[in-house]
């Protein structure tokens, strides 16, 4: 089937529907492979950031500085401005649309603490948070997804990008399956947002839901696209032992606090002035030393999070969602014992290019994709470097997705539909009718299921050229595997047997990616901590990678791009020291 709209944004979270909301008087469709409100944006709990100062003198620059500073200076510096200026308009926005954000005494947004947000230029915790108890990105999504149906948004859901369509040197459309009827649609559009979120699902021991399989990335890679920096992977310290699910940093904004099994508090002694509230990649990467010191819980490879301390009131009234998890997935009563966790996967740093207003650019000189945008987990502006600060992420969808959105809007005004190419519908029909006929024997859980083992092992917390070769070596077979899944349900209804199996395929290049970038960054940044390089190395290192699919299954060519500084003593990079 074929459709035209001025604008196509395939993605139904924070990013999709805040751009979608900046098209009032466009045309506008929206593809969501899931129902929108059941986008991970809706799992976000702890908040977002904006310094607006309501509880405790704050200031944009300040943050600014925390989020430079927390990414390990790998930021184009300019975008973090914009991220941290715009932050505040963003929130009033999100207020006056309907979000219900939590209140101070005298009816202000209130504000809590979290990771590596410091007053004063790293002088101590500051309130930046603004949060809906443990439910803020649910909070947010519902505001949006209200909002986007008042504007009259055209949602398509349950419809599975499949590739992106270029002609003439600009992108111009989709082409989509309906999994309700395993029908492929094409939609004809003058400009197209990617904003499909991450891939955690790579790894075991996941923070993310199950639709976070990198999809966008996966699509844009295989037309040629650069992706950004995809060794930068966050793990976040805190998820359900062996389970992963999230235990939001706003708990330890709240006071909780890591426990060894010998009953120490740790991080004291790691980082004495923020202490459980350093920025993630650090903190993870103090639970592993401890446990690999002998001072996990009954030397098994966890720790605790304690959250006793903070009294039956404030976690039911301030945590209610995460304690809820604790009790249900590990049987645990945080209000009287102290909860397992582990680092689990969490976000992507990488993605694909953009600058500041959400273009895709496609090299090293900053060349934009003309009608191809890209905005939230999705893409890399870059705000995040090598570490993103918890609550950065529901800032950057906002402040980033509306760029995007304006942008487009203009793009639109000027610029008509460019043709479709020919035959536009072939490369998603062969990767369908391919896995629909194949008789191969493979298995698609068999693969994902090593996949996400091996990413455990070998593309962790810690990593060195041993592991991460191994894991290279893994995902090329894995990939050569991939070819020969086989489906058992050869149906055309709803059939998520192929939906998972297509998902896969993006996964892997998303893996493979990760792995190219991480095997040639001889240093450590950030998330990205080599057991065999472990400094930091600004002469050969600071700037970013860029990863272009090859010709075989796994093969990658890479190119680097500058950091974009700027003039200013207090954003020259420094050691990481708090
Ligand atoms: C458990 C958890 C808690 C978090 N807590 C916080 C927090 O407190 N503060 C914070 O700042 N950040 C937090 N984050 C991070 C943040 O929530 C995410 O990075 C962010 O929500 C991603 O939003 P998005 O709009 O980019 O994508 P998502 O919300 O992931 O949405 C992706 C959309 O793309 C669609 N899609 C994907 N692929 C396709 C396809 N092929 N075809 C059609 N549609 C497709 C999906 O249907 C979905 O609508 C948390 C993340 C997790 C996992």
């Not at 904006?50 to 300040?62: S, T």
């Not at 993310?208 to 992977?233: H, K, Q, S, T, V």
């Not at 689990?344 to 993605?351: E, N, R, V």
């Not at 086989?486 to 993006?506: C, H, R």
Request: net charge negative; proline share 4%; aromatic share 8%.
């Amino acid at each position: 089937m074929y459709q035209k709209f001025d604008v196509v944004i395939v993605g139904a979270g924070g990013a999709g529907l805040m751009a979608a909301m900046q098209l009032p008087n466009a045309s506008v469709a929206v593809l969501s492979k899931v129902y929108p409100t059941r986008s991970h944006t809706g799992a976000a709990q702890g908040g977002v950031a904006a310094a607006l100062g309501n509880l405790e003198e704050d200031h944009w620059k300040w943050h600014m500085y925390d989020t430079v500073k927390g990414g390990d200076y790998l930021v184009d510096q300019p975008a973090a401005e914009i991220l941290a200026r715009d932050a505040i308009d963003a929130i009033y926005e999100l207020e006056h649309r309907g979000l219900p954000f939590n209140r101070t005494p005298d009816g202000r947004i209130d504000q809590r603490r979290f990771g590596g947000h410091t007053r004063n230029y790293g002088e101590a915790p500051v309130r930046r948070s603004c949060y809906a108890a443990d439910r803020t990105g649910h909070m947010l999504l519902q505001t949006m997804y209200q909002n986007a149906i008042k504007n009259q948004v055209r949602f398509f859901n349950e419809f599975l990008a499949l590739d992106l369509l270029i002609n003439e040197g600009r992108v111009c459309g989709v082409v989509a399956l309906e999994i309700r009827t395993g029908e492929i649609h094409t939609f004809h559009a003058k400009a197209v947002l990617f904003a499909t979120g991450g891939y955690g699902r790579a790894w075991r021991v996941t923070s993310n839901a199950f639709a976070c399989m990198g999809d966008g990335m996966a699509i844009a890679y295989r037309r040629g696209i650069p992706l950004e920096d995809m060794e930068m992977y966050q793990f976040h310290p805190t998820g359900l032992y062996k389970v992963g699910v999230l235990l939001s940093e706003g708990a330890r904004g709240e006071g909780a606090r890591l426990l060894n099994g010998k009953g120490e508090y740790f991080m004291e002694r790691y980082m004495p002035t923020l202490k459980d509230l350093a920025p993630r990649d650090i903190v993870s990467r103090c639970i592993i030393k401890e446990i690999k010191e002998g001072r996990g819980v009954n030397g098994e490879d966890y720790v605790y999070l304690d959250l006793r301390h903070l009294g039956e009131k404030v976690i039911t009234e301030k945590l209610p969602d995460i304690t809820e998890f604790a009790r249900n997935y590990l049987g645990v009563e945080p209000i009287r014992e102290p909860v397992p966790i582990q680092p689990t996967a969490h976000y992507a740093m990488g993605g694909i290019p953009t600058d500041n207003d959400g273009r895709v650019v496609i090299d090293s000189k900053w060349t934009p994709l003309p009608g191809f945008y890209a905005a939230g987990e999705v893409a890399c502006v870059s705000v995040h470097g090598a570490n993103r600060l918890g609550t950065n992420s529901l800032v950057d969808l906002i402040v980033f997705g509306r760029r995007a959105g304006k942008h487009m809007a203009r793009f639109i005004a000027e610029n008509d539909h460019v043709p479709l190419p020919s035959h536009h519908e072939d490369f998603a029909r062969e990767m369908v009718d391919h896995l629909l006929t194949s008789k191969g024997g493979e298995s698609a859980a068999r693969i994902r299921n090593e996949l996400q083992g091996e990413m455990l092992e070998n593309v962790f917390v810690e990593r060195q050229e041993k592991g991460l070769q191994h894991a290279m070596d893994t995902i090329a077979g894995l990939q050569e595997a991939y070819k020969k899944v086989q489906l058992q349900d050869k149906g055309k209804t709803f059939n998520t047997e192929l939906v998972e199996a297509i998902e896969l395929g993006f996964l892997l290049d998303c893996a493979a990616a990760t792995v190219h970038g991480a095997l040639a960054r001889k240093e450590s940044r950030g998330a990205h901590y080599r057991l065999d390089y472990p400094e930091r190395d600004d002469v050969n290192w600071l700037k970013h990678t860029l990863i272009y699919k090859g010709d075989g299954a796994c093969e990658a060519r890479l190119d680097y791009k500058d950091v974009i500084l700027i003039d200013d003593p207090i954003f020259k990079p420094k050691e990481r020291k708090y």
